[in-house]
């Protein structure tokens, strides 16, 4: 499976007041390829709703969609998921959700992790954070000259992610990373069509 670009991120404490939708609509027509549905409440009702209406969304576009830490939810929708290194079994999310899921894993700064959900079953796996991040400032650091020794190493898709936007994302891209991984600098926008445009430009910069 190839996959390369902008991989769009929600965020329930910034896509309040209705914005999920037509933020994430706009993402995608700005040409995104993933999108993972990150929620870190417990409201089980809303977020099958919210993440049934993701995966609707996404097949118009013929995007895939992600969900973040919750296999249960990406099992009863058959979607993705991504996981963290305390999110549970990488292993076991490749049982229940087969062969041709996506799963994703983080790794921070280990290319020693990577390696294990490599073979754990990941599709694909994420380095970061690179920049300053406002959405999770507490991530270990990553820099470039790991993401080059990453691209050496793994044939699969690699996600960069951490205080992304259009102005600092090309050093990444020429690290080698497939794909970025954007919260706030995607949708930390007070439009749709502002969260389109940035979507744009995060596109155009992997195609040039
Ligand atoms: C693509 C991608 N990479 C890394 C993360 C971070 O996952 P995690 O460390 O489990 O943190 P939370 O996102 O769950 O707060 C991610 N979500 N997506
Ligand atoms: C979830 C996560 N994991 C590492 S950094 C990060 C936050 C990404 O959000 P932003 O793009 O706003 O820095
Ligand atoms: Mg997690």
Redesign the pocket.
Known sequence: MSLGGLYAITDSALLTDGKLLPYVEAALAGGASLVQYRDKSVDTVRRLEEATRLKELCGQYDAHLLI??DLALASQLQVGV???R??GSLREARQQLGPDALIGA?CHASLEYAEQAVAAGASYVAFGRFFPSVTKPGTPAATTGLLREARERFAIPIIAIGGITADNARQLYDAGADLLAVVHGLFGADSAAEVRRRALEFTALKIC
Request: aromatic residues 0%; glycine residues 12%; hydrophobic residues 10%.
């Open positions: 973040n830490d991504h996981l963290g305390d999110d983080t």
